[in-house]
């Protein structure tokens, strides 16, 4: 897929409609990490992550960064992990911002180019949570997490691409250019959505 814009399609679109989506996407990822998560010693895995692959994939990186640290950020408030919030943050945009900026600047043509996008940003998120693990919880638990934190990142990696995959060859999916969603394309987007939160809240 072409991609024109620096910072990732959908850049040309209706502030309302821009803000909408964000939010859209920011509550999936809240739903994916704050519902569908697995208990471990010191926090969770959980699903949310590959919302935040697919919003880089298809809406662009502010929108990614958004979403990601919306989305999970409020999460770890609600489910009591205060100290957990800033870094979530932090890190979760960081990884979207690492996404879009190689996906759209550095390898704008490439095919897999949001691949490597996610997997860099990955290891940004693996290793920065495994620091902010270190001073709380010490380097003996943060290490014995690192593999749980690397399954969950991969997780998030490969169903945030398959999604991507399916969702990229709808006719939901504007094209780059111009990227203005017709009403059609707004129904539809709405119908995926609604799949979307009838699969978490199933």
């Known amino acids: 897929m072409q991609k024109t814009h620096s910072s990732g399609p959908a850049r040309a679109c209706d502030p309302t409609l821009d803000m909408a989506i964000t939010g859209l996407m920011a509550a999936l990822v809240f739903t994916g990490t704050y519902f569908f998560k697995i208990p471990t010693a010191f926090g969770y895995t959980h699903l949310g992550d590959c919302m935040i692959i697919l ?8 929108r990614g960064m958004l979403a990601g640290a919306i989305g999970a950020g409020l999460s770890d408030f609600i489910a009591g992990y205060a100290a957990w919030v800033l870094p979530t943050i932090v890190l979760k945009g960081g990884w979207a911002l690492i996404m879009g900026l190689i996906m759209y600047r ?3 043509h490439f095919k897999y180019s949001w691949l490597a996008g996610a997997v860099t940003g990955g ?80």
């Open 55 to 62: 919003t880089v994939c298809l809406f662009g990186t502010r």
């Open 106 to 108: 550095l390898l704008p």
């Open 123 to 202: 290891i940004f998120h693996v290793i920065g949570y495994t620091l902010v693990k270190i001073p709380l919880y010490g380097g003996g638990v943060a290490m014995a997490e690192c593999f749980t934190l690397i399954a969950q990142t991969a997780a998030g990696i490969v169903l945030g691409g398959v999604a991507y995959t399916v969702l990229s060859r709808s006719p939901a999916i504007p094209e780059p250019s111009g990227m203005k969603f017709s009403l059609k394309s707004q129904k539809k987007i709405t119908f995926f959505s609604r799949f979307f939160f009838i699969i978490f809240y199933s």
